[in-house]
C-alpha cells in the first residue's frame, strides 16, 4: 500500500488543522493505522492509532483531548483532527499502516509509511 499524508501547514497556537492519509494500492479496510511525528532533533514519536474498523482508537497522553483519529475505509482515507495545536505540536507529520498487526503504538510496528507533513505551530 502507499501512503499519502498532507494537511499540514503553519497555525498559531490555538488553531486547527485536519490532516489526511490517502492510501492507494490496497483496501485500507485491512489496515492498523497510526499517526506519528517528528520534531527537530528528536526522534519520532507515537500520536494516534486506529483499528481496522475505526471503533478503537489510541493517543499519546500529550494530544488527548485535543487530536482526533477517524478513518473512512470506503474513501481509503486516514484522518488526524488537531485542535487547540501547540508549540510543542510542531514536528513532521507520519501517517502508517500496516496490515499484519493489532492496533499498536509502537514505531516499528508498522512497515508502509507515507511522506511527512510538515505542522508548524507559531506562539
Known amino acids: 500500500v502507499q501512503l499519502q499524508a498532507s494537511g499540514g501547514g503553519a497555525v498559531q497556537a490555538g488553531g486547527s488543522l485536519r490532516l489526511s492519509c490517502a492510501a492507494s494500492g490496497r483496501t485500507l479496510r485491512n489496515y492498523v493505522m497510526g499517526w506519528f511525528r517528528q520534531a527537530p532533533g528528536q526522534e519520532r514519536e507515537f500520536v494516534s492509532a486506529?483499528?481496522?474498523?475505526?471503533?478503537?482508537?489510541y493517543y499519546t497522553e500529550s494530544v488527548k483531548g485535543r487530536f482526533t483519529i477517524s478513518r473512512d475505509n470506503a474513501k481509503n482515507m486516514v484522518y488526524l483532527q488537531m485542535n487547540s495545536l501547540r508549540r510543542e505540536d510542531t514536528g513532521v507529520y507520519y501517517c502508517?499502516?500496516?496490515?499484519?498487526?493489532?492496533?499498536?503504538?509502537?514505531?516499528?510496528?508498522?512497515?508502509?509509511w507515507g511522506q511527512g507533513t510538515q505542522v508548524t505551530v507559531s506562539s
Open positions: 486506529i483499528s481496522r474498523n475505526g471503533v478503537n482508537t
Open positions: 502508517a499502516g500496516d496490515s499484519t498487526v493489532s492496533v499498536t503504538t509502537v514505531l516499528r510496528s508498522y512497515r508502509y
